[in-house]
């Protein structure tokens, strides 16, 4: 039987050169484990004793105590957690052994999972067969395992969550690569332990050339702790193994450079602190699928072909339909999975004109597409749970074969010694050979006799009458001198070996090298050293013009601008808005996605919103309150501009003809309670009714309500500051209301009324004053035309969208509009239903494609 681990290659991890123990930085779990000890100890001394009927009195809470203790110490050592000398847990060794056992090398033919399994749990692991059928199967699963130690025949399941086939149905044998971690286990190199019955032996551990732990990883839960170990690539680990022993106090920043990080067997791509994760064995790991964009004319496609460890595929794609079907995840216009063979291709076809990457930035924020793992490298070290970093993993290794080779050398040298012996009686007896035979033949006691006359040992004499004379006669001197001769070659290689320490090393790095050379491949993870960036809102919104419509009574929506189909003049439009009773639509303003919208209310404050956080709502729907949006309580909405830099300024005008103007850089720092941004009068005397972006230079317009209009510099407004009111823009008679400001920058104004009359007139029709006039004609008003709602500058190559109170929209080019004088009251725009009338009207570039 073979002998246990020779003590030569065995250090006392815990004593110094003196002899007394050294003080070390204890993890928390090798303190959890030394509570451990100490409750056993305890619990021993406090044996329960018998009373008068022979029945065991004994405290409840300490039996529990006891029982828990060594139930946890079962879990930890028995079960869940593997040991870093061959990386194996105990049912993966056991599974392995028993194959060997049986025969089931790679170059056999497989056997029944369900033999396997029953030798397994017949003679070496006394627990359920699903138990270790399901270790088993996850032992053949190239998904599971960066390099699978069991070659599966049948169905062993798949990266979809399907199950396994029973195991009376699938076969099995050990994968090739699987029998390096069982290599020179006959020949004394590890210990042998009674198994769970006493009737047979079984090895407490593997030789493990293999470094399995590191390669394949381990995910185990034990009681009070657990281990989540990722793989790692054979040819990294086999050149740092290499690199550490040349160089024992290489630092973790040179090895980084040979393991820059985890090597998973689905691929992805990871990011993620691995200094930290490797120095302290502990950290967490981001990883991503891959995904590609097949481009063509008519639509961009998203193929996935490779997704994050351990993500099961089939749940992914169900997470990503429903996200799809709740417009989570939109632009979407297909799903399917084309997987075959082991390969991964999960294709999303996306809608016309889509930009792939905020669909792929949706997947990775909101699906498994971008997944964590959290490494916790926990392992048994010499039978204690300890938490180890790179350096120490590969310590241990380099350390455990130290014993492996020296005892596989010693058990070599005995091997080698003992042919010696009896290949020199051999000689000894050719060299004598009619005087062996006469002895053999006549002697009474030839084995006596031949010890005496030849000085033969016990072992020579033995070899030499378990031959026939014929075989005696018929040896070869000459082999037996030649066999002599490399036996005693041997015998000195094996000495240095034992010997010399260097030796035994040099062993090591040539075997790990060989393992590198016939297992080895290339890494199928990609490190992003430099991390992935946070995903935000704005990295899942299209940068793209859209419509924001808001309502009288506070609604908002971000709808596609492509909504809105272009009409001939006197066109009914489309509904813009499914309404509650009384409300309409106030005004609709395009703008980018990415823009800032700058809320102002009626009390003139200012509040803040990016363009994707209002929602984005079809043509019928509703909307979102802004209250909700922007926590207002007794103010509404009176205009809101996009921005999309703070370098200009802002023209602001109320409904009395004040006017000011002001720094856009006041407001670039957005606050969550909003700023004051003009102070109005206390007694609510007047509103705000217009705000726009205006450069140094530009003029502005001024409209009324009931038909005027005041053209002049906004340089004649000087810059103010927030807690100021402004000056005159316009002097207004009765009850006469600014309903529009306008930075002139185009060649004409559009006016529209209540009742659906409109006009173009040139921008330089209106004469250019001083701020404070009383200003001229605009558009002449009467009962028909209703008063005037809005008036905005206009290019010939612009087009108009006008909405009214019934959510009725139309969108024209002003192409179809003729420029007319200032005292015409303009053309029937827009045919109105009973009760309908204009809310507002805003411009888009003719060359929008709608």
């Given amino acids: 039987m073979a002998k246990k681990k020779d003590d030569d290659y065995e250090e006392d991890e815990g004593m110094n050169e003196e002899g007394n123990e050294e003080e070390s930085d204890e993890t928390q779990v090798e303190q959890d484990s030394?509570?451990?000890?100490?409750?056993?100890?305890?619990?021993?001394?406090?044996?329960?004793?018998?009373?008068?009927?022979?029945?065991?009195?004994?405290?409840?809470?300490?039996?529990?105590?006891?029982?828990?203790?060594?139930?946890?110490?079962?879990?930890?050592?028995?079960?869940?957690?593997?040991?870093?000398?061959?990386?194996?847990?105990?049912?993966?060794?056991?599974?392995?052994?028993?194959?060997?056992?049986?025969?089931?090398?790679?170059?056999?033919?497989?056997?029944?999972?369900?033999?396997?399994?029953?030798?397994?749990?017949?003679?070496?692991?006394?627990?359920?067969?699903?138990?270790?059928?399901?270790?088993?199967?996850?032992?053949?699963?190239d998904f599971s395992l960066r390099y699978p130690?069991?070659?599966?025949?049948?169905?062993?399941?798949?990266?979809?969550?399907?199950?396994?086939?029973a195991y009376r149905y699938t076969e099995a044998k050990m994968e090739k690569v699987a029998e390096e971690l069982l290599e020179d286990l006959e020949k004394d190199t590890v210990e042998f332990l009674p198994n769970f019955d006493n009737s047979m032996q079984e090895p407490a551990l593997l030789p493990g050339k293999l470094p399995a732990l590191m390669l394949n990883g381990a995910t185990g839960i034990a009681v009070g702790m657990a281990t989540n170990i990722p793989p790692h690539n054979l040819r990294e680990v086999c050149d740092?193994?290499?690199?550490?022993?040349?160089?024992?106090?290489?630092?973790?920043?040179?090895?980084?450079?040979?393991?820059?990080?985890?090597?998973?067997?689905?691929?992805?791509?990871?990011?993620?602190?691995?200094?930290?994760?490797?120095?302290?064995?502990?950290?967490?790991?981001v990883i991503r699928g891959k995904t590609s964009v097949e481009e063509s004319k008519k639509?961009?496609?998203?193929?996935?072909?490779?997704?994050?460890?351990?993500?099961?595929?089939?749940?992914?794609?169900?997470?990503?339909?429903?996200?799809?079907?709740?417009?989570?995840?939109?632009?979407?216009?297909e799903l399917r999975d084309e997987s075959n063979k082991g390969k991964i291709r999960i294709i999303l076809e996306l809608k016309k004109g889509v930009n792939s990457k905020f669909v792929i930035n949706?997947?990775?924020?909101?699906?498994?597409?971008?997944?964590?793992?959290?490494?916790?490298?926990?392992?048994?070290?010499?039978?204690?749970?300890r938490v180890l970093g790179l350096v120490d993993v590969l310590e241990n290794y380099v350390e455990y074969r130290k014993i492996i080779i020296g005892n596989r050398t010693k058990?070599?040298?005995?091997?080698?010694?003992?042919?010696?012996?009896?290949?020199?009686?051999?000689?000894?007896?050719?060299?004598?050979?009619?005087?062996?035979?006469?002895?053999?033949?006549?002697?009474?006691?030839?084995?006596?006799?031949?010890?005496?006359?030849?000085?033969?040992?016990?072992?020579?004499?033995?070899?030499?009458?378990?031959?026939?004379?014929?075989?005696?006669?018929?040896?070869?001197?000459?082999?037996?001198?030649?066999?002599?001769?490399?036996?005693?070659?041997?015998?000195?290689?094996?000495?240095?070996?034992?010997?010399?320490?260097?030796?035994?090393?040099?062993?090591?790095?040539?075997e790990v090298l060989e393992l590198k050379e016939k297992y080895g491949d290339s890494r199928r993870t990609q490190i992003f050293k430099r991390g992935f960036s946070e995903i935000l809102e704005k990295d899942l919104v299209q940068d793209k013009e859209v419509v924001i419509s808001i309502t009288d009574k506070g609604y908002a929506k971000r709808m596609d601008v492509q909504t809105y189909k272009e009409q001939k003049r006197g066109g009914k439009g489309v509904i813009g808005n499914n309404f509650t009773t009384g409300d309409f639509t106030k005004q609709i303003l395009t703008c980018s996605t990415h823009d800032y919208l700058m809320f102002f209310t009626s009390r003139g404050r200012v509040l803040w919103l990016k363009t994707y956080d209002i929602p984005e709502s079809e043509r019928y729907g509703k909307g979102k309150a802004l209250i909700n949006l922007l926590g207002l309580k007794e103010e509404r909405v009176t205009k809101v501009i996009s921005v999309k830099n703070f370098d200009d300024f802002l023209i602001m005008a109320t409904k009395k003809g004040v006017v000011k103007k002001i720094s856009l850089s006041y407001f670039s720092n957005p606050r969550v309670s909003g700023l004051k941004a003009i102070n109005l009068p206390l007694d609510n005397s007047d509103d705000l009714i217009g705000v726009e972006i205006v450069k140094e230079g530009q003029e502005i317009s001024l409209a009324t309500k009931d038909g005027k209009a005041i053209r002049f510099n906004s340089k004649e407004v000087r810059s103010m500051g927030r807690s100021s009111y402004g000056v005159t823009g316009i002097k207004l008679s009765g009850k006469d209301e600014v309903v529009s400001l306008e930075v002139l920058e185009t060649e004409a104004i559009f006016t529209i009324t209540k009742n659906g009359y409109g006009k173009r007139t040139a921008v330089e029709d209106y004469r250019k004053t001083a701020r404070a006039g009383k200003g001229v004609i605009n558009l002449k008003i009467n009962e028909k035309t209703g008063n005037v709602v809005n008036a905005i500058s206009v290019n010939d190559s612009d087009s108009i969208i006008i909405t009214t109170a019934k959510g009725q929209v139309i969108r024209m080019s002003l192409k179809n509009i003729r420029i007319m004088g200032r005292a015409a009251q303009g053309v029937r725009i827009l045919k109105l239903q009973s009760e309908d009338y204009v809310t507002d009207v805003v411009k888009v570039h003719d060359d929008e494609q709608l």
């Fill in 240 to 285: 740092a193994i290499s690199a550490y022993i040349e160089n024992p106090k290489i630092t973790l920043k040179e090895l980084l450079e040979v393991i820059p990080g985890p090597d998973f067997p689905t691929g992805g791509l990871i990011q993620g602190d691995m200094k930290e994760l490797y120095e302290t064995g502990r950290g967490k790991v």
């Fill in 411 to 510: 058990f070599e040298l005995k091997k080698s010694k003992l042919r010696q012996e009896i290949v020199g009686g051999l000689l000894k007896a050719l060299d004598n050979l009619d005087a062996v035979i006469k002895i053999i033949r006549f002697g009474k006691d030839p084995s006596e006799e031949l010890k005496a006359k030849f000085k033969f040992s016990e072992i020579q004499v033995k070899s030499i009458l378990e031959l026939r004379l014929r075989q005696l006669t018929s040896l070869e001197n000459d082999k037996l001198k030649d066999e002599f001769k490399e036996l005693e070659r041997r015998i000195k290689e094996y000495e240095k070996i034992l010997g010399d320490m260097n030796e035994v090393l040099k062993i090591i790095k040539k």
């Fill in 299 to 333: 639509k961009d496609t998203i193929v996935i072909t490779e997704i994050p460890y351990m993500v099961n595929k089939s749940t992914l794609i169900t997470q990503i339909a429903n996200l799809v079907r709740d417009k989570k995840i939109k632009d979407v216009s």
């Fill in 149 to 165: 130690l069991v070659y599966g025949q049948g169905n062993f399941g798949s990266i979809d969550g399907d199950p396994p086939a």
């Fill in 34 to 141: 030394d509570k451990i000890q100490v409750g056993e100890s305890f619990m021993k001394s406090a044996e329960p004793s018998k009373n008068e009927k022979g029945i065991f009195d004994s405290e409840i809470s300490s039996e529990m105590k006891k029982s828990y203790l060594d139930y946890a110490m079962s879990v930890i050592v028995s079960r869940a957690i593997p040991s870093i000398e061959d990386g194996m847990k105990p049912v993966q060794r056991r599974i392995l052994y028993s194959m060997q056992q049986m025969g089931l090398k790679p170059n056999t033919q497989t056997k029944k999972s369900a033999r396997i399994v029953g030798d397994v749990i017949g003679k070496y692991h006394p627990h359920g067969d699903t138990a270790v059928y399901e270790a088993m199967v996850r032992m053949a699963q």
């Fill in 362 to 385: 949706a997947l990775y924020k909101y699906t498994r597409l971008q997944d964590s793992f959290n490494v916790n490298f926990l392992a048994l070290v010499k039978g204690k749970p």
